[in-house]
T-cell receptor
Framework: QKEVEQNSGPLSVPEGAIASLNCTYS??????FFWYRQYSGKSPELIMF????GDKEDGRFTAQLNKASQYVSLLIRDSQPSDSATYLC??????????FGAGTQVVVTP | GAVVSQHPSRVICKSGTSVKIECRSL??????MFWYRQFPKQSLMLMAT?????????EQGVEKDKFLINHASLTLSTLTVTSAHPEDSSFYIC?????????????FGEGSWLTVV
């Protein structure tokens, strides 16, 4: 079992709709959770981080964390073509070492 | 946000030669830096954790004698790919964790494309 799992996609989303991305993790001791966006050929860029159960909103992005169920999700509201990218879920292990999921490719169609 | 700079962004080298990639944290001190490798359409794979003033910790399967890591200061870590071969061609990315313990965020450099011919 992989430590961090994501659906690879592609997730096709009409422009203006909500994109919903899910991530599950195996280490119950994980405390910090991150979503990164990676455009093709570029380095990942941080979108959001979340530490506590519940929702955290930042602009069009909402991260949701449920530690009991060991999943974290990302919602992208009002999806734009510029949101087309691969979204990486990362879970913080010991000494700040991040474990990454394989990423979900999102394609926003006009 | 915090800035991590990598250099060079692209490098082509001949098979058998060595190439060095630098990773600098520009506006914060980083006791810990991480080196990742990413092949096309695959996820980031952690290669090693670099700690300032001490030896790097390598992930299983990563040859420490081939991928030399030096973390000589709180703002600079280097990765040297020795005796490079075409199969080492990849996207190498560093990340840095600020020394300030109030945050737990890790910031990525822009990445370095290595092509071995």
């Amino acid at each position: 079992q992989k430590e961090v799992e994501q659906n690879s996609g592609p997730l096709s989303v009409p422009e203006g709709a909500i994109a919903s991305l899910n991530c599950t993790y195996s280490d119950r001791g994980s405390q910090s959770f991150f979503w990164y966006r990676q455009y093709s050929g570029k380095s990942p860029e941080l979108i959001m981080f979340i530490y506590s159960n519940g929702d955290k909103e930042d602009g069009r992005f909402t991260a949701q964390l449920n530690k009991a169920s060991q999943y974290v999700s990302l919602l992208i509201r009002d999806s734009q073509p510029s949101d087309s990218a691969t979204y990486l879920c990362a879970v913080n292990g010991s000494w700040g070492k991040l474990q990454f999921g394989a990423g979900t490719q999102v394609v926003v169609t006009p | 946000g915090a800035v991590v700079s990598q250099h060079p962004s692209r490098v082509i080298c001949k098979s058998g030669t060595s190439v060095k990639i630098e990773c600098r944290s520009l506006d914060f001190q980083a006791t810990t830096m991480f080196w990742y490798r990413q092949f096309p359409k695959q996820s980031l794979m952690l290669m090693a954790t670099s700690n300032e003033g001490s030896k790097a910790t390598y992930e299983q399967g990563v040859e420490k004698d081939k991928f030399l890591i030096n973390h000589a200061s709180l703002t600079l870590s280097t990765l040297t790919v020795t005796s490079a071969h075409p199969e080492d061609s990849s996207f190498y990315i560093c990340s840095a964790r600020p020394q300030d313990p109030s945050g737990n965020t890790i910031y990525f450099g822009e990445g370095s494309w290595l092509t071995v011919v």
